[in-house]
């Protein structure tokens, strides 16, 4: 196989720095459990006809519902509330969490914020909400 040298090209400014990542852009492996979530909705549509005939809060109970649902399995903690307190919401013997269907948002605000055991789990006000509308419709199951 023939071997072939390059030659420097004159018009190329070598690079003699080292290149480093840019200052204020935190290096990290693992995503955000937040940063893909879709933000829950606070606005709605133009037109119940946007929404399939449904009202408008029709379409924003339900976008919330499906938010709260999200956070409630996967995303609280980056866990989920489900990791301890089952996907059904009836709690887990082997952990001694409550069942928490049917909680209020004053019910998962007082929980987080005096139970050490959920320390680790960090929602927004909208993000409480959400999981409170969920379990409302999560306490109507069997």
Not at 1 to 10: C, E, I, V
Not at 62 to 66: D, G, K, M, R, S
């Given at each position: ?10 018009s ?15 290096a ?30 029709d379409?924003?109970q ?5 938010q ?13 509330c ?16 409550p069942?928490n ?5 004053d ?6 914020e ?29």
């Open positions: 196989m023939p071997t072939t040298t390059a030659t420097p090209d004159p190329v400014t070598p690079i003699t720095e080292p290149i480093t990542q840019p200052t204020g852009v935190p990290t492996l693992v995503p955000s459990p937040t940063a893909t979530q879709a933000p829950i909705p606070t606005t709605p549509p133009a037109g119940e006809a946007a929404n399939g005939g449904h009202s408008n809060d379409a924003l339900e976008a919330l519902i499906n709260g649902k999200i956070l409630f399995e996967t995303t609280a903690g980056g866990v989920g489900a990791l301890c307190h089952g996907l059904d919401g009836k709690g887990k013997p082997e952990f001694a969490s069942p269907r049917g909680a209020t948002a019910m998962i605000w007082n929980a987080l005096n139970r050490p055991q959920m320390s680790f789990i960090v929602l927004s006000n909208d993000e409480v909400r959400a999981v409170a509308a969920y379990l409302e419709v999560l306490a109507t199951e069997p």
